[in-house]
């Protein structure tokens, strides 16, 4: 691989780009749900920044301290620290619209200088195996691996022709209206169950005081006023007709024995895009493998953060997803059929399943939900008809989500086969 891309003319990252990289402010506030975008190296997964995404936030004033990397449309994004390998390299591009954003010191921002290079060609090439090749070779382990900016700014791009590069911008673009098309397929079926409930403009009450019997506190040993608000018990009596999740599922936390020379693909926490519900994975060595990578999935189940779960880490494993795959302990998974399982994903995503599973996690200060918490939350009882409508919705969301994946590993594929022909015709 290095002697293809020597064989090509080409240009270092340094040359064609600005490279910056971030910083991690230390007076942040992790729990701040508005404000400015900070990104992390777990929201860079080599594809397009998605909009609707559950990210970190810092505060304004704090944002007026690292205007220097304030993020703009097209800039690339490049993983320079991360735990594993895997991790390093990782590349992600800003779309237009994005929110006022912002990134650490784990990652870099590369904005072109001129024209000769389009950054959607950029953004595809460090994706592909030359780019990849390179930042791996570049990468030093020191505890974590990292690059610095002068190692990345190394990165050397082949000068390709710009109607080539148009040619996978424009393949870029319909990632783009792919990934637009989901969100907005998935929020068609959220509508309909709002609308079904009639809870499509619900809006919860805070109240600013109440009144709890003694009594109360004893059955749920807790005594915050936080857990007793409400707002809790307004949205379940809004919901006439319900069961418990555990009258829906079947669980399947079951683990199994791992061996320690075998390859597994490794689901973690952050490996679930709260914001489009997509599932990556990283692949561990078995004796690598962290201590809770406990449980093996097959393809098809449901699977529920049980940390921070109000962030909505609700995901369907893809059915591909069925050799040497193994999730970690800290979700809960289930089994559950089609239509139930994507209904189930609708619900649970929504202000009816995040709102229960805050309820158990405040005044904690490392939300996290039991078992028991996520067997008995109320589940809407709706016609097996509606669960069908809903799903099909939700089908038809992971389908384009699927395709703009596929046309994001043609556009690669694209740019290899450029190299590779080595000509700009």
Known sequence: LARKIRSV??????EIGVIRSGTTPTDRDDELIDGVVLLKTTDIRNNILSNDDNYYHITPKIAERMLKTKLETND???????ATLGVIGRASLVPNSFPESNI???MALIRMKGTVYLPEFVFTYIMSKYGQFQTDRLARPTGQFNLNLEELGQVLVPEISISKQKDVAETIKNVMELQEESKKTYQHAENLLLEELGLKDFKIPEDLSYIVNYSDTENVDRVDADYFQPKYEFLIKKIENKKRLFEFTNKAN??????PDIEYNYIEISDVN?????VIFNKVVGKELPANAKIKVSGGELIISKVRPTRGAVAIIPDEYNQNFVASGAFFIFKVTSPTREFLQVVLRSMIGKLQMERPTTGTSYPTITDQDVENLWIP?????TQQKIANLVTKSHEARKKSKELLEEAKRKVEEMIEKGDKN
């Open 254 to 259: 079951k683990s199994f024995k791992t061996e």
């Open 274 to 278: 709260v914001g489009t519900g997509d």
């Open 104 to 106: 650490t010191q784990a």
């Open 76 to 82: 690339i994004l490049v993983n320079i620290v991360g």
């Open 381 to 385: 009882d709706v016609k097996i008809e």
């Open 9 to 14: 003319k080409n240009q270092s990252l340094k």
